[in-house]
């Protein structure tokens, strides 16, 4: 793509004159393509000047912290450090119900964890990052803080995305964000110029506060987490096996904190309803739900009813963006 090869030329250049010779930078991985793609960008300015850290904040899919810590290391050769911090992160969570609420306690744990890391680096290595690197996209930026006269007066209230302008005014780093006035599909073709594997690539979304915004309620309780990642799982495996994973733009099970009574085997049983959610998008900013066959759906939500115990109930989400949001909290 001869314009995005022109794009990365410019930002290789700008961060070099931006960092200059000597300084170092940090930057979060969220194991998205965005922060994943502008770190190997940086990288490729910085080397060893750059420091990643990838935190395990307990909200994650099946098996993310390793899947993608293999990516990093193996594929993209990132110094990355695995910071496990669920403990802590599940039990400032406790009790916690409000989406809003929630998600301030996700991003507040987040900044925490983030600035020890910091405080780390310079304690144990003597290394004091002057910047911060962001995979901040276009829609982020103007989804969390709208243009005057553009109309959307109120979107900024709508939610709070943690990873713009989150930062307390301590963590004195100056921003790199490489992809500020870009859209997902323009990130992507720098992925590729930059020799990220298409597969990590072409991953959907995943948002900042995880599995925390969609299991709904209070996702401490029982064994929610679990539950909803062996569901999710099904649900993203089966969605690969029949081909469509390219077709959709992002699917995700959500845990919803009811009940429903159902019969399997010859018992009666009283247990958890999973959502399912898949959207077409250009963006995230609209969406369309995503017409499955009756054949998938078929086959999904029997998969899910006899592998996943205490599931006796799939339903699919059937809206699109606008009314609803992608995420259910
Ligand atoms: P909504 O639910 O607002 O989501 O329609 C639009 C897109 O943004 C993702 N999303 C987030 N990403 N931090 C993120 O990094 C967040 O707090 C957050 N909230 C939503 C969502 O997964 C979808 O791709």
């Known amino acids: 793509d001869w314009t995005m090869a022109e794009v990365l030329e410019t930002q290789l250049k700008l961060v070099a004159e931006q960092v200059g010779p000597e300084e170092h930078a940090i930057c979060a991985l969220s194991g998205g393509v965005d922060s ?18 990838f935190v395990d904040h307990g909200l994650l899919r099946y098996k993310e912290a390793e899947r993608v810590m293999a990516t990093f290391t193996e594929h993209l050769h990132l110094p990355v450090t695995l910071v496990d911090d669920s403990a802590k992160m599940l039990a400032k969570l406790k009790g916690l119900t409000d989406p809003e609420a929630k998600r301030k306690c996700i991003g507040g744990h987040f900044i925490e964890v983030f600035d020890e890391y910091a405080k780390k680096l310079e304690r144990e290595l003597g290394i004091k990052p002057k910047f911060l690197v962001q995979g901040t996209l276009y829609p982020d930026v103007i989804e969390s803080c709208p243009p005057p006269g553009s109309g959307q007066k109120h979107s900024h209230t709508i939610k709070s995305h943690h990873n713009v302008g989150g930062l307390p005014k301590d963590l004195q780093f100056k921003l790199i964000e490489p992809f500020r006035e870009l859209f997902k599909d323009e990130v992507r073709a720098i992925g590729r110029l930059l020799g990220v594997p298409e597969a990590f690539i072409r991953r959907h979304p995943f948002p900042g506060p995880g599995m925390g915004v969609r299991i709904l309620g209070d996702v401490t309780v029982g064994d929610r987490l679990d539950v909803l990642r062996a569901v999710d799982e099904i649900f993203i495996e089966t969605i690969k096996e029949f081909g469509l994973y390219d077709q959709i733009w992002q699917a995700f099970a959500v845990f919803l ?29 609209t969406a369309d739900w995503y017409p499955f066959t009756p054949d998938f759906l078929r086959t999904v939500s029997s998969r899910i009813c006899n592998k996943v115990r205490s599931v006796n109930r799939v339903v699919y989400d059937i809206t699109s963006k606008p009314p609803s949001t992608i995420e259910w909290e």
């Not at 770190?39 to 490729?44: E, G, K, S, Y």
């Not at 009811?258 to 010859?266: E, F, R, T």
Request: aromatic share 0%; charged share 15%.
């Open 36 to 53: 994943t793609v502008a770190a190997t960008l940086i990288h490729r300015v910085l080397g060893d000047r750059l420091h990643c850290v």
């Open 257 to 285: 904190p009811i009940k429903s009574v159902g019969v399997q085997g010859d018992q009666r049983t009283h247990s958890h309803v999973v959502g399912l959610r898949a959207v077409t998008s250009g963006d995230g900013m």
